[in-house]
């Protein structure tokens, strides 16, 4: 099947910024779940073994899409749905990647180069296995395990973990709660900035899940809910701070909005790349077998 043509492509990515508005769901936004979603996609990759990346959209099966990892994910999923139907010549795989870069854009943050030609498994016989993603309760050398996995730096890392500005942990998916800054569909680097600014203190939940917490207290004395000016943060967030090394990196990213801005926009591009070669002359996919079998 050919390639979607740049008109058609900017008619899918008008229908994403049409549904990002979305007042029942969340804070407003679909922006950020799509967001987790693209990441998600491509989070799987391994540069050892070539396995995992966006290419496929594999979450579609059970094997992937039911990792607990991937909890609430079909949520971005089935925002999706409706432009998939309409414009049916974008794969899922493009249409998960592109809808995330979109949705950065709206929310004010970076464009993040995005290219397509993804295909789409026909079945789940190349699904990457679970246990790839992240696990939010380790610490620095965790994170350096699994992100050096797919080819990142520790410059790389933090600039990636600038996307936690977005969106919030809903209990019922990961078991955490709550959202790491006060404007969570707006794209910046305040969580950075929160991060360094604040005495983050550990707070167990009623689930025993441990994570990190700042109240401010002035807001709740002027008589703000509480639940509507606690932050939180991951105990991998505060890895970042606590690492000597990616803590250099938060310092520049928190004093240096432009700098985060280019650095992140670089970085999420290469995540969204992941696994996929490229003829540096026609930008086409060379390495998919998808198309060497016969099937988009
Ligand atoms: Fe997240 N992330 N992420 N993440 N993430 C959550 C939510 C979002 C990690 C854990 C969690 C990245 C890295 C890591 C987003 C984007 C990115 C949640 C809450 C958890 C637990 C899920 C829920 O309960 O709904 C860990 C351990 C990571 C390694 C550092 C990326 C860099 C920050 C790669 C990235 O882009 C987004 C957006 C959300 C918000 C989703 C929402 O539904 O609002």
């Known amino acids: 099947m050919s390639q979607p043509t740049a008109a058609q492509l900017d008619e899918v990515r008008a229908a994403v910024k049409k549904l990002l508005h979305q007042p029942d769901y969340d804070d407003g936004s679909a922006g950020p779940v799509l967001v987790r979603l693209a990441w998600h996609s491509a989070g799987t990759y391994d540069v050892e073994t070539k396995t995992g990346g966006s290419n496929g959209a594999g979450m579609r099966w059970e094997a992937e899409g039911g990792d607990p990892a991937n909890a609430g994910l079909q949520h971005a999923r089935a925002f999706l749905e409706p432009i998939k139907r309409q414009f049916p010549f974008i794969t899922y795989a493009d249409l998960w990647t592109l809808a995330s870069v979109v949705a950065i ?8 180069p995005w290219k397509g030609g993804r295909t789409d498994f026909v079945d789940d016989s190349k699904l990457p296995p679970r246990g790839r993603l992240p696990d939010a309760a380790q610490g620095a050398d965790h994170l350096r395990w699994i992100f050096y996995r797919m080819g990142f730096n520790d410059q790389e890392i933090v600039a990636l973990s600038g996307a936690h500005n977005l969106g919030r942990c809903h209990g019922d998916r990961s078991g955490f709660e709550g959202k790491w800054v006060n404007n969570p569909t707006r794209f910046s680097n305040q969580y950075f900035k929160l991060l360094k600014a604040h005495d983050w203190k550990k707070k167990t939940l009623a689930s025993g899940i441990e994570q990190f917490s700042y109240i401010d207290k002035e807001a709740v004395a002027a008589g703000e809910p509480v639940e509507e000016v606690e932050l939180m943060m991951l105990p991998t967030d505060m890895a970042l701070l606590a690492d000597p090394k990616f803590k250099t990196w ?27 070669e490229r003829d540096p002359a026609t930008g086409k996919i060379i390495n998919d077998d998808n198309l060497k079998e016969g099937y988009r």
């Open 105 to 112: 854009q709206e929310m004010g943050g970076p464009v993040v």
């Open 250 to 276: 938060v310092d520049k990213y928190a004093d240096d909005k432009d700098l985060f801005f280019e650095h992140f926009a670089a970085v999420f591009a290469k995540l969204l790349e992941l696994g996929l």
